[in-house]
Structure formats: structure tokens, C-alpha cells
């Protein structure tokens, strides 16, 4: 009997290691199995959403081969032949809703508009300008600002990212951060909440991005078309060697926001360059009122006199005057071309039709 026991007692010895082993193994399978199947659920939930079916929506792909073919057969055709280079493009982060146009042609058309917009601006050109591709564009711009360029490169899910920052930012309102600075200017909690988690596909509001600018501290220059407003919550930020100030810019032509680059680590745009840009779009842009409605930047026109119009008109390059044909009261014969001042209403419309 003992021999008995010695032998079932060594069988042990030698099998019980072997079991314990496969059990690990097998509890380390189930385990990635596990993953991996949240993974796939977590990614069903993206690809399934509404903003992600609208990213996707207008998305060309060109790859191997066939990007060669499409685009030498696309040079024939009068096509762009920059097509051909997204082949060997990096991670595309500029892309808008047509995945065919490459980095540089992109760049060279946010840093065109950003020109066009700020009139007159010498020092635009010195300014790089990154456009984040997600659809909440202007939200993104800030995001960037907030957290940093590298972090939004290496972002694995903007889905889940966009909807933690909205959630995150609202619970600290919630519990009452920097709660006198927003009652200041008449920020709601209610309003931001509702501007915030309400954006959906159009994205937030300038006004909720001013509500932004004043909870995180930060000095945001504003550029919508030919109009700016100074988002800062340092009122004294173009005195202070100190307050950095980070510049957003529409880009009409692609329905898309921009904000100036290399922010990363501290390292932002030169001051100067920055004061500049500023300098010069207060030369030529109108200041918005107020951020209700950005493509409503004139007050009515019974609240302007002639002399406020003609003053708007002059920082925007409108001439307050027209050349017209003069004619003779009682034979109707043209008595030549003469210069004519224009009428309050004639200023008010084109003042207003620059600004959008």
C-alpha cells in the first residue's frame, strides 16, 4: 500500500506542473480573447456612429498600383499630379473631406485663406497653421491648445477623446472651477453644457469656445473671415511679455478652423510674429459685437451714423465714394463722370457683404 501511494504520489509530482502550466496558458488566452472582443465592440460602436459614417462619407482611397495608374492617367486629364505622392505621405492630419488632396497642397491653401483673411498682413506667411481633420474642427483647434500637438498625433480614438474632454471639462465646471470668471461674463453652466454636449456634426459655437478660452486660462485670438474677436481671459495678454496668445482662423473655403502651430511644449510662435498678426488684423478686420451669431457682425444700421460707417469703411479699404454719369436736368445729355459720396445704406452693404 505504501508502495502504492509512492507511485501515485510521484505521478503527481510529475503531472500537477504540467496542469498548472496549461491553466496559465489558458487563462492567458481567455484573457486576450477577452480584449480582443472588447476591442471589436468598442470599434463597432465607432465605425457605427454618426460622426465617424460623416468623416468617411467623401473619403477616396488610392493605394499601390493603382495610386500610380489614377494618378498618371489623372495628369492626362487635366487631374492635380500631387495625388501621386500620397502614397508615401505620413499620417494624414490635414485631411478635410477629400483624402486625395496631399499635405503641402493642403497647407499652401489654409495659409492662402489665412492671408486673405487678415488683409494686408505681411507677417501671415510667417505663421504655420495646423487644421485638424476631425469635423468639430474649432474644437479640436482648442483641444490642440489645451493639450499639445504630439498628444493629438498620437491619439488613438478622437472619437472617445472629443466626447471624454467635453465630459471631463463639465464636470469640473459642475463642481465649481474658476466658477467667477464665467459669471463675469455671463457664462452659464447650463449653456456651456448644453453648447458643449449639443454640438454635434456643426460643431461648437465661437461662444462656447470663448466659455473655453476663460475656464482653461488661455488668450485666443479669433479670426472669422474678415472679422476678429479677442478671446482673453489675461485682458492685460498683449502687455504681458508672459501670456501666451494662440491665433484660430476660419478657412471659408473648406468650412474648416486652423490654429497656429509648434505649441507643443511651450514652444509657440514667436511673440512678435504673433503681435503682428494681431497689429495688422485690427488694421483691417472688423471686431465682432459679440459671439450670438459670427455671420451677423453689424449692429442694425439705425445705430451707426454716416460718419461710423465711413470710418469702418476706411479700416476695411471700402471707398465711402463712386464715380457715376451726371446728366443735365432739362436736355438728359450726359455731362460727364463725376465722383459721388456714398449713402449710409450703400456702406452698410458692402461693409457687411466683406465681412462674410
Request: with cysteine.
Amino acid at each position: 500500500m505504501n508502495k502504492s501511494k509512492s507511485v501515485a504520489e510521484s505521478l503527481n509530482a510529475i503531472v500537477k506542473p504540467h496542469l498548472v502550466t496549461m491553466s496559465e496558458q489558458y487563462n492567458v488566452y481567455a484573457k486576450a480573447i477577452l480584449e480582443m472582443e472588447d476591442k471589436i465592440r468598442a470599434l463597432k460602436q465607432i465605425m457605427l456612429s454618426q460622426d465617424f459614417l460623416n468623416n468617411i462619407r467623401d473619403v477616396n482611397l488610392v493605394t499601390g498600383a493603382g495610386a500610380g495608374a489614377g494618378a498618371g492617367a489623372g495628369a492626362g486629364a487635366g487631374s492635380n499630379p500631387t495625388k501621386s505622392n500620397k502614397v508615401n505621405a505620413k499620417k494624414e492630419n490635414r485631411i478635410v473631406s477629400d483624402i486625395s488632396v496631399d499635405n503641402a497642397t493642403l497647407t499652401e491653401t489654409t495659409n492662402a485663406t489665412a492671408t486673405a483673411t487678415a488683409t494686408a498682413n505681411e507677417n501671415t506667411s510667417e505663421l504655420s497653421f495646423f487644421t485638424p481633420r476631425q469635423k468639430d474642427s474649432l474644437l479640436w483647434c482648442f483641444n490642440i491648445i489645451a493639450n499639445g500637438l504630439s498628444r493629438y498625433e498620437y491619439e488613438k480614438n478622437y472619437f472617445t477623446a472629443e466626447q471624454e474632454f467635453k465630459v471631463k471639462t463639465i464636470e469640473r465646471i459642475k463642481k465649481g472651477e474658476n466658477k467667477q470668471i464665467l459669471k463675469e461674463h455671463k457664462m452659464s453652466k447650463n449653456m456651456i453644457e448644453s453648447g458643449l454636449m449639443g454640438s454635434g456634426t456643426s460643431g461648437i459655437s465661437p461662444k462656447i469656445l470663448y466659455a473655453l478660452s476663460l475656464f482653461y486660462n488661455v488668450n485666443i485670438f479669433y479670426v472669422y473671415k474678415n472679422t476678429y474677436y479677442e478671446m482673453f481671459a489675461n485682458t492685460n495678454a498683449l502687455a504681458d511679455a508672459n501670456a501666451k496668445i494662440y491665433i484660430i482662423v476660419f478657412n471659408p473655403e473648406t468650412n474648416y478652423y486652423s490654429v497656429c502651430s509648434s505649441l507643443d511644449e511651450g514652444e509657440g510662435e514667436d511673440k512678435t510674429k504673433i503681435l503682428e498678426y494681431i497689429k495688422n488684423s485690427r488694421k483691417t478686420c472688423l471686431e465682432l459685437n459679440n459671439l450670438d451669431d459670427v455671420n451677423k457682425p453689424l449692429r442694425p444700421i439705425t445705430t451707426y451714423s454716416l460718419t461710423d460707417l465711413v470710418n469702418i469703411a476706411a479700416k476695411m479699404n471700402i471707398l465711402d465714394t463712386h464715380i457715376h454719369d451726371e446728366y443735365n436736368i432739362n436736355t438728359g445729355i450726359n455731362t460727364g463722370k463725376k465722383l459721388k459720396s456714398k449713402t449710409k445704406s450703400e456702406l452698410y452693404t458692402e461693409i457687411m457683404q466683406k465681412c462674410l
